[in-house]
């Protein structure tokens, strides 16, 4: 078949009108262009002017006395105090939040996928579908409500926020792993049964681990869901100046709850002459506060890339 360049010289025009843009699309090409662009600029520019504003006003006091140190003994405007134990808190909670909703969500995203039909599979897509609309503050009412009946008053403490949390991570590990789940080949799944794999083992071996990357950003994106809630946590663990480990007994501090308070707490009325208080130091550490939240947030990220790198299945280029 004869390329354009070895069309005789007779049918110029042709080859110039085969090769030519209408105008009238190019026109309608640059003008897309251009829209897309400035809903990328649109979208991005608040993003942006959000991590300016925190690392501006946070970074000043960021270091490593501020990230190991807690706020036990430190009262007005003394210019000491750190987030330790809200970082701790954050870490711990998140963390058992995590343990909780992951197995859950991931067992029920497999039945729907791969065993779920008829009413029952309907029915648990339809309460999915009514738990993503919860607001936080009723997933920690019902998180204090369900322990207060259990425990008794003094039902406050880590584990309760991290079942909150859980309410709220559950449908998003739900929804997230059930469409990983159905982007996986089916020829995958009747190359493995063809074989005499059982069904578990294929969805063990073969589905999840073809999975695994798209798996593992869907917990990222449910933990970044909750990791910055404060009011489920202020109702189910509340507040705590001091360093508590222990996710099973008393108030814990976690930083949204400190960025809260500390921001809430307003300036500090110094006593004239008084070098060592600092009007603004509550304001100073609800910043650099917000700042470690981003950070560890942006940390957890590159971790989950990491693991879905490592485990996800090899393929030759």
């Known amino acids: 078949m004869a390329t354009l360049e070895q069309v005789p010289d007779s049918t110029e025009a042709l080859r110039r009108a085969l090769t030519q843009v209408d105008p009238a699309r190019k026109r309608k090409d640059v003008v897309m262009r251009v829209l897309v662009y400035l809903a990328f600029a649109l979208a991005i520019l608040p993003l942006v002017s959000l991590i300016w504003s925190v690392l501006v006003r946070g970074l000043g006091r960021f270091d490593g006395y501020f990230l190991l140190h807690s706020m036990r003994n430190v009262f007005g405007g003394m210019d000491a105090g750190g987030a330790y134990h809200a970082i701790l808190g954050t870490v711990l909670i998140t963390g058992w939040a995590t343990l909780i909703s992951v197995p859950i969500g991931l ?67 739900i929804r997230s792993s059930e469409e990983m789940l159905r982007l996986v080949p089916n020829e995958l799944r009747e190359a493995s049964l063809a074989l005499g794999v059982p069904k578990w083992l294929t969805i063990v071996r073969v589905v999840l681990r073809t999975a695994v ?12 869901r909750v990791i910055g ?63 470690t939240l981003i950070l560890l947030v942006m940390l957890l990220n590159l971790v989950a890339r990491g693991v879905s790198r490592l485990f996800s299945p090899k393929t030759r280029s």
């Open 107 to 173: 067992l029920v995203a497999i039945y729907l996928v791969e065993y779920g039909t008829g009413a029952l599979a309907r029915a648990v897509t339809f309460f999915v579908d009514v738990m993503t609309g919860i607001p936080s503050i009723v997933a920690g009412l019902f998180a204090f409500s369900l322990f207060y009946l259990l425990v008794g008053p003094d039902s406050r403490s880590g584990i309760v926020g991290a079942v909150a949390l859980a309410v709220l991570m559950v449908p998003v590990v």
């Open 213 to 224: 990357a798209g798996l593992t950003t869907g917990v990222m994106i449910a933990i970044a």
């Open 229 to 291: 809630e404060t009011a489920p946590l202020i109702i189910t663990v509340g507040a705590s100046n001091s360093i508590n480990n222990n996710v099973f007994s008393g108030n814990m501090m976690t930083l949204p709850v400190f960025v809260y308070n500390q921001y809430g707490s307003g300036l500090v009325a110094c006593t004239p002459g008084d070098a060592s208080c600092i009007p603004t130091i509550n304001y100073d550490r609800a910043w650099t506060a917000a700042l």
